[in-house]
């Protein structure tokens, strides 16, 4: 992955495949396939790519184009991925998509094990999980973040091209900047996509509203 000196952009994974296992979630690069992280459908830990086990085969395969975040409800950890995504412009030369569709992806195995009325609870924040997934207007860029205007990025030290997005990215401005802490946490810097909400898109992609 291009994450650069100072003279070159960070650059994020763009296509990504998730493979599900029974026992674990796997989300690699399909341009770096050595590049990735492993989720346990039981407790929800993270590890690196090189430290999960790679027996068996997974019972399902397929194409992503993002992780927007985890979040820990009552009995367990669910990931949040882009399952499609639209190109709708460009962002100082940099393609800009946004968000068609996402899903959440459960790592709850120990729900088999809670009462009646943890069962309850956790169906109702299911509900709003949901709502979440549905949640219009999202924006993005593998390349160059767009939290950030013209004027405040003149301003910005040397080399900033070169952090990862998410360190680039306005907090203020970042949707989900609460499900990304995991991924923030364990460094996985080339999976992290900052999304942006709202019409402040409409003053650089006018043509995409």
């Known amino acids: 992955m291009e994450n650069g000196s100072c003279s070159s952009n960070f650059k994020l994974y763009d296509r ?3 493979l ?4 674990r979630l796997v989300v690699k690069s399909l341009e770096s396939p050595d590049e990735g992280f492993s989720i346990c459908r039981r407790q929800g830990n993270i590890s690196p790519l ?3 086990s790679s027996s068996g085969k997974p019972s399902k395969t397929s194409t992503i184009y993002g992780v927007a975040g985890t979040i820990r409800l009552l009995a367990g950890t669910y990931v949040l991925v882009i ?7 460009s962002f100082l030369g940099f393609p800009v998509y946004r968000v068609e569709s996402m899903k959440f ?7 088999r094990f809670s009462n009646s009325q943890e069962k309850r609870d956790e169906a109702y924040f ?3 999980l949901k709502t979440v997934e549905a949640t219009p207007g999202l924006y993005y860029s593998y390349e160059t973040d767009i939290t950030v205007n013209l004027q405040r990025r003149f301003k910005l030290m040397e080399g900033w091209m070169s952090k990862p997005l998410w360190k680039q990215a306005d907090p203020r401005f970042v949707w989900n900047r609460h499900l990304l802490e995991e991924l923030i946490e364990y ?3 080339g999976f992290i ?7 402040i898109l409409k003053l650089l992609l006018p043509h995409a509203f």
Do not use: F, H, W
């Open 16 to 18: 990504l495949e998730l």
């Open 105 to 111: 992806l459960a790592c709850n195995e120990a729900l």
């Open 187 to 189: 460094k996985l810097d």
């Open 50 to 52: 090189s430290e999960a």
């Open 126 to 128: 299911m509900t709003l």
């Open 20 to 23: 599900e296992y029974d026992d």
């Open 83 to 89: 399952t499609s995504r639209k190109e709708v412009g």
């Open 193 to 199: 996509i900052p999304l942006l909400q709202g019409n």
